[in-house]
């Protein structure tokens, strides 16, 4: 399964909606509990990555609710409502449905 | 509060062995999945390979299959994964993760470096 995402990079001025793209080549979607078996990362400089969204579109707790996942099966959506300043980093999405679990090539995000 | 701390990397020839260690604190190990994952400087993640609550059931990158082991020790509390056979490829940083039921990471260390060179 490969996963793909774009942009590679966006430059968004702050304030302004972001939108992150992610592919699977294979459903991810699984059908005995029509669960999407996606999550998305946020990893910012010198930092281990930070789970915000699992199961496609539940947010983690304590992430900010100006992020926000969406899709089903193949194509998957990451929303940051409102860009801030602390927004800026490398965002990841994974699928965990198949072995190996795999991640997206990541999308650089900063600000314009 | 969930704390992971990785130990062992260093700089290593090809070919030779490292251990990595995760001393895990601030929730119930044993009931927990538990990952390896590793990220060359500046490029995306891999995973590597997870081990069952009770370590029967591990599973591996197919890449590291037959070099790498993973093992847990619940009443320590660490995740362990021993490198042999190292390849330059292998070199990165070395994340343990937590397993949210299902597979996504939602507890991280800050990662130990392996460097794979002569």
């Known amino acids: 399964i490969v996963m793909t995402q774009s942009p590679d990079s966006l430059a968004v001025s702050l304030g302004e909606r972001v939108t992150i793209h992610c592919k699977s080549s294979?459903?991810?979607?699984?059908?005995?509990?029509?669960?999407?078996?996606l999550a998305w990362y946020q990893q910012k400089a010198g930092q281990p990555p930070k789970l915000l969204i699992y199961w496609s579109s539940t947010r983690e707790s304590g992430v900010p609710d100006r992020f926000s996942g969406s899709g089903s099966g193949t194509d998957f959506t990451l929303t940051i409502s409102s860009l801030q300043a602390e927004d800026v980093a490398v965002y990841y999405c994974?699928?965990?449905?198949?072995?190996?679990?795999?991640f997206g090539q990541g999308t650089r995000l900063e600000i314009k | 509060e969930v704390h992971l701390v990785e130990s062992g990397g260093e700089l290593v020839q090809p070919g030779g062995s490292v251990r990595l260690s995760c001393a895990a604190s601030g929730f119930t190990f044993s009931a927990s999945w538990m990952s390896w994952i590793r990220q060359v400087p500046g490029k995306g993640l891999e995973w590597v390979a997870h081990?069952?609550?009770?370590?029967?059931?591990?599973r591996y990158l197919e890449s590291v299959e037959g070099r790498f082991t993973i093992s847990r020790d619940n009443a320590k509390t660490s995740l362990y994964l021993q490198m042999n056979r190292v390849r330059v490829e292998d070199t990165g940083f070395y994340y343990c993760?937590?397993?949210?039921?299902?597979?996504?990471?939602?507890?991280w260390g800050q990662g130990t470096l392996v460097t794979v060179s002569s």
């Open positions: 994974q699928q965990y449905y198949y072995i190996p679990i795999n």
């Open positions: 081990v069952k609550e009770d370590g029967s059931v591990k």
């Open positions: 993760a937590r397993d949210k039921p299902g597979g996504s990471y939602d507890a």
């Open positions: 294979l459903t991810v979607l699984k059908a005995s509990n029509n669960m999407n078996y």
